[in-house]
Each structure stands twice: as structure tokens, then as C-alpha cells.
């Protein structure tokens, strides 16, 4: 377990611009933010903000928002742990850690550095290995595009990697997946006589092979095993490559093979990942839409195909949203991705690809085809079938889309639309307001920053308004009364752990810093969906002292407002003692006192 200090002292010490822009790109300085067009979603636009002075960027298209550590998390696909050491590696800090909870960076960098090693070994016997440079020749492939993708081969021999690595019976490559003990405890390479494809993580280090043999013996495809480096459901092959093109044409295709995913690059289709021996899992969904809303699944014709889009579209379904778009592609049965690409040509395969039968279409095409409509027995039947996918889709997420697929089910099962939902269990749709976006008005991005939707107000309650300026100036916390503090709202909790937090020392630098400290507390929505809405807010610096202030007084009202009524019910009922009756006397004129004092036209 990482420190919370720790992290609390990494946070004040990046700056979250040089964080974006080195994973990211270049962003434009506008007032005293900076902004960009949105890496989590597709834009012409430049909706996202990333504030130096809070440490916290957010988008006013999608909502993204968090700091340098969300942003790590969200747009490179690392765990919590990774993107706090890529942090402190930055910046020359080391990760202190707390139990045995986080396996220590130094284990992984050692299988790192044997994938590595493993991974030139094969690309070198690549160059002395006529029948592998036949096969690929073969296959089309150019010596520029074999060595983009890092291709090599794999000798025919029971360890050549000992060539390599003298300590060959080391236990670590074992743990790498690189070598196998067989029953009788002889060793020897995982990998032989194979086309050799490294796999790469998100931020392009080789944590895995995936080989294929040069005839057809079996098993055509062999991927390396599960390992601490590599889990083979979360991974994508080619996803390293491919981001920089995934969001320059505005979607991801998801193919089926290693050689379909090199065959596509090398006519100009860059955009393009694979799934790695298993079916296309929720986590490839997720990492994908981390990089567009737009994936279109491309898949063989055949009955094997649609099974395969079948599976594909089912896991999506946990993850969808009204901004995002899934598609699928079916080839004629004549074809995969790679012969059609050589021989219709790459513009012919893009042209499919944009026409590609989105979900909800898929989704009620392959239900009619497999229950009857005309029949009353076949409309039920494909309602019930219906029901569990309906269901997965996230109504809040995906509201619109969940009413449109319940629409178009009401119209093919002949029910109404309130009859489907209820068959399928659904509650009633919330309202779907689709989040702004900004409107530059013909001005270009490089003339000014993004034009905001008209700025929030200051949230109405004294205990949320409270929050909202310490989330603007977290110092403001050391200056708050606990004992004025009510602990009956989800905001007057978050406000006293902030001030507990302050009250032993914690320092509180800035509002990313803030939200990384309450992380997996719960306090952390309260504290996200008020940090949300303060992005989204026109602050006046000149002023928020004095609203601080006001705020202050109001909330010394409340807490005076509360004990007044509490003693005068006491009085209606007789329960009043004389020196009960002489503190009531003294709070109303206090009271009295301190509304004098209040400026209400701030609060």
C-alpha cells in the first residue's frame, strides 16, 4: 500500500501540464489554464482544460475530469500503482510502500528486461533465417513493416534462448513465459519454429510473444502464458501502435489476427488492434474507448464470425454510452482482413468499415434471426432473449440508447414501448441531458480558449457552498469550525474529513491532490461530482474571500437559527427553565447582531 502522504507530496511536486503534454501532446495556453481538443473523446473543438494552479484537468464536452494520476489511469490504461511510480520516476522519487500489498516496480523491471532481451534475439535470427523471411515475403510483408512491429523468429531447437541467457534454468524466465519444465523437469523454449510478435504494453514495453507457425502444424497461433507482466484479457495486440492513429480517424477496428493487424498497416490502415487468443473481453472494450467512440469489430462472414461478433457485442454491452458507437464489419466468406485489403486496396476497406451495421442493429437482426416474429411465440421468445442484454446496458450512461433499443424491440414484437420495458424489467428512463459542448462560433482554437455553457451558480446549501471554496482553495479548511459543522449531508461529511485531515498536519496543496487523498473513500463521489461542478464555474479571485467570509457568518446563522428553534419548541411545551429563557433572549440578539453583518447579495 502506497502512503497517502506520499502521494499527497508526488501531487505537489508534478505539474500536471508536463504530465499531459509528454503522454498526450501540446497544449494551448489560454488565461491561466490550458487547453486541448479532449484525448477521451471525439472532438473538432478544444473542450479540455487542464488547470496548473488546482493540478486538474477537465473536460467540458464529457465531463473527464482528475488529476495527473486519473489522467494516467484513464488515458494510458495504467493501474493506480503504475501511474503513481511512472510519476515518482519522473521526477526522481521513489514509491515507499506500506505491507506487502504492491509487488515491488523491481520485479517487473527484471521480466521487462528478459522480454526484451528474448524479443532482439528473435529479430535477429530473423535475418539469418531464409524460410522465415520466405514465409513473410509470402505473406506481403516488407522488411519496414516486419521491423515496425518488432517481428521476429523463434529457431527450431529445444534452447536457443540460452544463447542469450547463460543462467538459462533462472527461475525468472520461467516467470516471463519464455521457457517451459516439462514433466520430467527438463527445460526448454516456449517458443520454436514460430513467426515471433512481441506484445506490447500501453506505454510500449514487450511483455509478451504471441508465435506463428510457418506451416500448418498445430497450434497455428501460441501466446505466451499469463504472467506477472501479461494477462491476456486486458491486452490488445498492436493498441501501442495504433493510438496516435485511433485518434486521428476518430475510431479503433478490432480484427482477429497479429497478421491481420501488420497486413492492414502496411497498406496505410494503422488504426487497427487485436484481440489475443480469446474472445474481445469488457477490458479491451474499456481501454479502447479510453482512446475513441467509435469501434468498429471486423469479423469473417462465416458462422464462426458472427458467433464472434455475438461475444464481442455482449461484453460491450457493461460499458456503452450515448457518445459512443460500436459497430461490426462482416467480410465476404472468400475473405479475411488481409486478402480483402490486397484485393480491394485500403480505401475500399475504410469505405466498409464506415458503413459497418452498428450494435442495436446487429443486436435485433441476430434476435429476429433466431426467433420467428411473424409468430406470437417468436415475439416472446425474442423479447425474453432480449431481456438480459437490455438490461446491461447502464442507464445512466447509455439512457437514450436503452430507450431506442427498447423502441425498436416494441416494434418488432408488436407490444408497446411501456410493454417491453416493463417485460424487461427496466425502470422508468431518466431524463438524458447530453453533456455541452463548446461552440467556438467560427473562432479557431489558436484565437482564444473554448466558450463555456453559462457558468454554474455557487451550490445553494451553506454546508455545499462550504465545500465548493474549499475544493477552490483548500487552505480555507484550516479557518473552518468542526463544531459548526453538521455531519447529516453527504457534503457535511466530506467537509469534516478535510478538516481532520488539515487538524494532523496533512498537507492539502491543490484540488487534485485533494481528491487523490480521498480515493477510495467514501467520500470520494461527493468530493468528484463537486470537483466537477467547480470546473465548470467562473471564479472570481477578487471576491472569494469575501464569499468565504459571508459564507462563514451565514453558516454561524444556521448553526444559531437551529439552537433558536430547538429552545422555542422547548417553550411551547413549557420546558423552558429561566436560564434556558435567557440563552434563547441571547441568541436572538446575536442573531439580530450578526445579520447586520451579512452581505446577502453573496450568498
Given amino acids: 500500500m502506497i502512503p497517502s502522504s506520499f502521494i499527497q507530496d508526488l501531487l505537489a511536486r508534478v505539474d500536471i501540464v508536463d504530465v499531459i ?69 519522473s521526477i526522481g522519487m521513489q514509491v515507499p510502500q506500506e505491507g506487502r500489498t504492491f509487488k515491488p516496480a523491481e520485479d517487473h523491471q527484471d521480466l521487462l528486461g528478459l522480454t526484451s532481451t528474448a524479443a532482439k534475439f528473435y529479430q535477429e535470427t530473423l535475418k539469418t533465417s531464409p524460410a522465415a523471411i520466405d514465409y513473410l515475403k509470402q505473406r506481403g510483408l516488407s522488411g519496414a513493416i516486419a521491423a515496425r512491429f518488432g517481428i521476429g523468429y523463434a529457431p527450431d531447437g529445444w534452447q536457443p534462448l540460452q544463447k542469450v541467457f547463460p543462467d538459462y534454468q533462472h527461475k525468472q524466465l520461467l516467470s516471463a513465459g519464455l521457457v517451459i519444465d516439462d514433466e520430467q523437469g527438463r527445460r526448454h523454449d516456449r517458443f520454436r519454429h514460430r513467426i515471433m510478435f512481441p506484445i506490447h504494453d500501453r506505454r510500449g514495453r514487450i511483455i509478451a510473444f504471441g508465435g506463428r507457425v510457418l506451416d500448418d502444424s498445430k497450434p497455428k497461433y501460441l501466446n505466451s502464458p499469463e504472467t506477472p507482466l ?237 465545500l465548493w471554496l474549499v475544493l477552490q482553495h483548500p487552505a480555507f479548511a484550516a479557518r473552518l469550525p468542526l463544531g459548526l459543522i453538521p455531519d447529516n449531508s453527504a457534503e457535511g461529511r466530506a467537509l469534516i474529513a478535510i478538516i481532520d485531515l488539515v487538524e494532523v498536519g496533512e498537507p492539502v496543496d491543490n484540488l487534485g491532490a485533494l481528491i487523490e487523498r480521498f480515493r477510495d473513500t467514501p467520500h470520494s463521489q461527493t468530493l468528484s461530482n463537486m470537483a466537477t461542478a467547480l470546473a465548470d464555474t467562473e471564479f472570481d479571485d477578487a471576491n472569494v474571500e469575501r464569499l468565504f467570509e459571508d459564507t462563514l457568518k451565514k453558516l454561524h446563522a444556521d448553526a444559531l437559527t437551529h439552537e433558536i428553534d430547538t429552545l422555542t419548541e422547548s417553550a411551547k411545551i413549557g420546558a423552558l427553565s429561566a436560564l434556558d429563557r435567557r440563552r434563547l433572549n441571547e441568541l436572538i440578539m446575536e442573531k439580530q447582531s450578526l445579520s447586520t453583518h451579512i452581505k446577502t447579495g453573496n450568498l
Fill in 230 to 466: 501479461f494477462e491476456k484479457g486486458h491486452e490488445l495486440y498492436g493498441l501501442f501502435l495504433a493510438q496516435k492513429a485511433i485518434r486521428d480517424t476518430g475510431f479503433a477496428l478490432v480484427v482477429e489476427g497479429y497478421m491481420d493487424v501488420v497486413a492492414l498497416a502496411q497498406f496505410g490502415v494503422e488504426n487497427v488492434v487485436a484481440a489475443l487468443g480469446t474472445a474481445t473481453t469488457p477490458h479491451h472494450i474499456k481501454a479502447l474507448l479510453r482512446q475513441t467512440n467509435r469501434i468498429v469489430f471486423c469479423f469473417d462472414g462465416d458462422e464462426a464470425g458472427r458467433r464472434a461478433a455475438w461475444r464481442a457485442q455482449e461484453n460491450a454491452l457493461d460499458a456503452l454510452r450515448d457518445d459512443v458507437t460500436l459497430a461490426f464489419l462482416f467480410l465476404p466468406p472468400e475473405h479475411d482482413p488481409d486478402t480483402f485489403v490486397r484485393s480491394e486496396g485500403a480505401d475500399a476497406f475504410r469505405t466498409a468499415a464506415a458503413q459497418a451495421t452498428p450494435l442495436v442493429s446487429f443486436l435485433l437482426n441476430t434476435l429476429k434471426e433466431r426467433c420467428d416474429p411473424a409468430s406470437a411465440e417468436g415475439r416472446a421468445r425474442l423479447i425474453h432473449e432480449a431481456k438480459p442484454l437490455i438490461t446491461r446496458i447502464p442507464a445512466d450512461a447509455a439512457a437514450v440508447l436503452r430507450l431506442q433499443l427498447a423502441k425498436a424491440l416494441a416494434e418488432v414484437s408488436h407490444l408497446s414501448q411501456a410493454e417491453v420495458e416493463h417485460s424487461c424489467g427496466l425502470a422508468p428512463a431518466p431524463r438524458h441531458q447530453p453533456p455541452a459542448n463548446p461552440d467556438f462560433r467560427g473562432n479557431t482554437f489558436r484565437d482564444q480558449a473554448p466558450r463555456r455553457t453559462a457558468p454554474r451558480q455557487p451550490p445553494s446549501s451553506t454546508i455545499a457552498k462550504l
Fill in 21 to 89: 503534454e509528454r503522454f498526450y501532446g501540446p497544449l494551448k495556453k489560454s488565461g491561466v489554464d490550458y487547453y486541448a481538443r479532449c484525448p477521451f473523446h471525439s472532438e473538432k473543438s478544444a473542450s479540455f482544460s487542464v488547470s496548473p494552479t488546482k493540478q486538474f484537468y477537465y473536460c467540458f464536452g464529457c465531463g473527464a475530469h482528475g488529476s495527473a494520476i486519473r489522467f494516467l489511469m484513464e488515458y494510458s490504461s495504467f493501474s493506480y500503482p503504475e501511474a503513481v511510480e511512472e510519476l515518482a520516476r
